[in-house]
């Protein structure tokens, strides 16, 4: 059974940093596309980083551009999301996705698998 289980959100001061993680078991992921969404409340989940199944190429959503980086360890199956110099408007829940195929998306329907999701919070 593939799980995606997302670590690494909480409180945190406007400016601060986090470093998100999601751990995928059940199948090796190394040559699929994965991503990072987020949904804040009231709003739809909303896209956030993307990263291809070799992890040489990398996409983002503007309002997170030169703030946010995705990368991923695939011996750990692992990928992460380090968010720097966050606003209170990255308060959301963010979802960890995982693509059956290498090419990223900046759409949710085609990632097949999905985390749990986990809260980050940022405080103005």
């Known amino acids: 059974q593939v799980q995606l289980v997302e670590s690494g959100g909480g409180l945190v001061q406007a400016g601060g940093s986090l470093r998100l993680s999601c751990a995928a078991s059940?199948?090796?992921?190394?040559?699929?596309?994965m991503a990072w969404f987020r949904e804040a409340p009231g709003k739809e989940r909303e896209f956030v980083a993307a990263i291809s199944g070799s992890g040489g190429s990398t996409y983002y959503a503007d309002t997170v551009k030169g703030r946010f980086t995705i990368s991923r360890d695939n011996a750990k199956n692992t990928v992460y999301l380090q968010m720097n110099s966050l606003k209170p408007e990255d308060t959301a829940v963010y979802y960890c996705?995982?693509?059956?195929?290498?090419?990223?998306?900046?759409?949710?329907?085609?990632?097949?698998?999905w985390g749990q999701g986990t809260q980050v919070t940022v405080s103005s």
């Open positions: 059940g199948r090796t992921f190394a040559s699929n596309a």
């Open positions: 996705a995982a693509r059956k195929t290498w090419k990223m998306s900046i759409f949710d329907h085609p990632y097949d698998y």
